[in-house]
C-alpha cells in the first residue's frame, strides 16, 4: 500500500517499524528515518538474497504485522511491497511513494546512520 510523508509520520507515530532497504553508502549520502531498521535488499548489480533479507525482518515484523518500506524514491521499495504482499503473504506491507529524497524535500528530519 503506497503511502505519502502524513501517512509515514502518523505510522511512525503508531509505532510502526520503518524499514530502509537502501544501501549503507545511501544512508550516508542523505541520513536516514530516525529508529528505522536498516535492511539492504539489493546491492549495487541489483543482486538480492530474499532468505537472508526475511531472516533480517523477522526480528522485527511477521507476515500479519504492519511495517513500512523506504528507499529513495520509492521504486525499489514498490516492488519489494508487491512481491512481499503478493508472493509471500505480507499483509501490512506500506511503501513511502516518493522515498527519502520527498521526505527531506519537505523538510523532514532524518538522522545519521548507525553503520
Given at each position: 500500500?503506497?503511502?505519502?510523508?502524513a501517512?509515514?509520520?502518523?505510522?511512525?507515530?503508531?509505532?510502526?517499524?520503518?524499514?530502509?532497504i537502501?544501501?549503507?553508502?545511501?544512508?550516508?549520502?542523505?541520513?536516514?528515518?530516525?529508529?528505522?531498521?536498516?535492511i539492504?535488499?539489493?546491492?549495487?548489480?541489483?543482486?538480492y538474497?530474499v532468505?537472508?533479507?526475511?531472516?533480517?525482518?523477522?526480528?522485527?515484523?511477521?507476515?500479519?504485522?504492519?511495517?513500512?518500506?523506504?528507499?529513495?524514491?520509492?521504486?525499489?521499495t514498490?516492488?519489494?511491497?508487491?512481491?512481499?504482499?503478493?508472493?509471500?503473504g505480507?499483509?501490512?506491507?506500506?511503501n513511502?511513494?516518493?522515498?527519502?529524497?520527498?521526505?527531506?524535500?519537505?523538510?523532514?528530519?532524518?538522522?545519521?546512520?548507525a553503520?
Amino acid at each position: 500500500m503506497n503511502i505519502d510523508n502524513a501517512q509515514l509520520e502518523k505510522l511512525i507515530e503508531e509505532g510502526v517499524p520503518v524499514i530502509d532497504i537502501r544501501r549503507p553508502e545511501e544512508w550516508r549520502q542523505t541520513g536516514v528515518v530516525k529508529d528505522s531498521h536498516l535492511i539492504t535488499f539489493f546491492d549495487k548489480k541489483g543482486n538480492y538474497n530474499v532468505p537472508a533479507w526475511l531472516e533480517k525482518l523477522a526480528p522485527i515484523a511477521g507476515k500479519d504485522q504492519p511495517f513500512i518500506l523506504i528507499c529513495r524514491t520509492g521504486n525499489r521499495t514498490g516492488t519489494v511491497g508487491k512481491f512481499l504482499d503478493k508472493k509471500l503473504g505480507y499483509k501490512k506491507v506500506y511503501n513511502v511513494q516518493k522515498g527519502i529524497t520527498d521526505w527531506i524535500a519537505k523538510g523532514k528530519p532524518v538522522v545519521k546512520p548507525a553503520n
